[in-house]
């Protein structure tokens, strides 16, 4: 395996095997209220794969159940997909298969079932043991690619998603019922070809991101996509009911790849929240992501959190820097998805002050912010939040993220008190084996009275 690739090495080194350890150690005492799995899903290529790009190595998960206080169990498992066993996305008649799937990048659970998911495919169910079902399609309702991040109405229990294409139609948006019945999917009117990973959505509207990084099959890594200086980057609010026809609002350029919350303020105006690369920092991050010559040191560079005001009376589109700090992965409390939100997490990078890797809290009515620090050795994941046991309060519970130690090389799920975070965790899960950084993950809760033991 070409280790000069730096998402092969270090951090991203990958694993060769899947395993199942039972009675994992503990340091500090776990929240009793936390029965379910904490789920990651992330780019790891079978033994002997070298791929193009760090988007496109086979998806493997890795899973930490946890119940009454115990580390009951870790396991990994590769997606066994078409994609895992060789299958091509494109066929030698020229179509496309949507079931070849790296389904790398995330999983989520609606309507009683796990999704993985890579946003150029169909997702892929899996058990809460992370053993392989199949492509899942909704029964049928799904004829198009599913994004990776798609959002659950709090109030509703819908899942909101979408599909995007190099090629006309751009763009799909899809609806499903909480039982999981696709109940719409329309084409968005004027949206482009441009790589729209993630969305946003308020109580009232969707929120699209067609931004100056858009397809070009000139680009050799896999992943044909392109800052492109002559696109003009719009954002696009859609009105959650009536037709699917986008308001567009012309900003600065800039790409995103992670919402962090979209919600209406008080005056009627589309608020949206995002880590945000300029040309710069994204072609500098791309080099990373593909192994380029003079790639940077971490695979974020340059990311900052920002704020779009969008104001349909006026048509103006107003937007600011929130922070300096590196960062990426933003999470927020998920009861709180389309409402004004007060806390925000998020990965953070080596760079504009910061020598090492951190979780990041944001108070975003006071401004504060608070660091976890983790040192230059110990890069956390993604920062999942999970409700404390009757917590109210937005920042009342826990957050979990899995650390990759290259100096012990090994791996933790911290347990991190939302409230008052620190470096200090409330408990470490002690895991067999170092799980590869990034990319995604979700913590799955047990079902009300489940007593299984899987």
Not at 123 to 142: I, N, S
Not at 211 to 233: D, I, K, Q, T
Request: aromatic share 10%; charged share 20%; net charge neutral.
């Amino acid at each position: 395996m070409d280790l000069r690739k730096p998402y092969l090495a270090e951090h991203f080194a990958p694993v060769a095997d899947e395993i199942d350890r039972r009675d994992l150690k503990v340091r500090g005492m776990l929240p009793p209220e936390l029965n379910g799995r904490y789920i990651r899903n992330g780019h790891n290529p079978r033994p002997g794969d070298v791929p193009s790009h760090w988007f496109r190595g086979s998806g493997m998960l890795h899973g930490i159940r946890l119940r009454a206080g115990r580390a009951e169990w870790y396991r990994n498992r590769w997606v066994r997909t078409p994609a895992w066993n060789g299958a091509p996305y494109v066929r030698a008649d020229g179509s496309v298969d949507l079931t070849a799937s790296i389904a790398g990048t995330h999983i989520v659970e609606h309507a009683g079932r796990l999704l993985a998911l890579q946003e150029a495919n169909l997702p892929f169910e899996v058990t809460r043991e992370l053993d392989t079902v199949g492509p899942y399609d909704f029964a049928g309702g799904l004829t198009t690619a599913m994004t990776a991040h798609p959002k659950t109405d709090p109030g509703t229990g819908e899942l909101h998603f979408f599909g995007y294409s190099p090629t006309p139609p751009y763009l799909t948006y899809h609806v499903a019922s909480p039982r999981g019945r696709i109940i719409r999917s329309e084409v968005i009117c004027g949206a482009g070809p441009s790589l729209m990973h993630d969305f946003g959505l308020t109580r009232r509207h969707v929120v699209w991101l067609d931004l100056p990084v858009v397809f070009n099959p000139a680009e050799s890594s896999g992943v044909p996509y392109r800052w492109s200086e002559s696109y003009a980057p719009r954002i696009g609010v859609m009105p959650r009911t009536g037709p699917a026809v986008p308001t567009w609002f012309e900003v600065s350029p800039g790409m995103v790849l992670h919402v962090a919350n979209a919600y209406e303020d008080a005056r009627g105006r589309i608020v949206l929240e995002a880590p945000r690369f300029d040309r710069a920092a994204w072609e500098t991050s791309w080099r990373w992501w593909v192994g380029a010559p003079g790639y940077p040191e971490s695979p974020v560079v340059g990311a900052i959190s920002h704020r779009w005001i969008l104001d349909p009376a006026s048509g103006v589109a107003g937007e600011q820097a929130l922070d300096s700090l590196v960062v990426e992965f933003p999470t927020i409390d998920a009861r709180a998805v389309g409402r004004p939100h007060r806390f925000g997490y998020a990965s953070a990078f080596p760079g504009a002050g910061l020598r090492e890797y951190a979780i990041v809290k944001y108070d975003r009515v006071s401004g504060e912010r608070w660091i976890a620090g983790q040192g230059r050795d110990r890069m956390p994941g993604e920062a999942v939040f999970v409700p404390a046991e009757g917590g109210t309060a937005e920042d009342d519970g826990y957050l979990l993220t899995v650390i990759s130690d290259l100096a012990r090389n090994a791996s933790e799920l911290l347990v991190l008190d939302a409230r008052r975070i620190t470096a200090q965790p409330i408990a470490a899960v002690e895991l067999p084996r170092r799980v590869p950084a990034g990319i995604h993950g979700s913590w799955i809760p047990d079902p009300d009275g489940s007593v299984a033991d899987g």
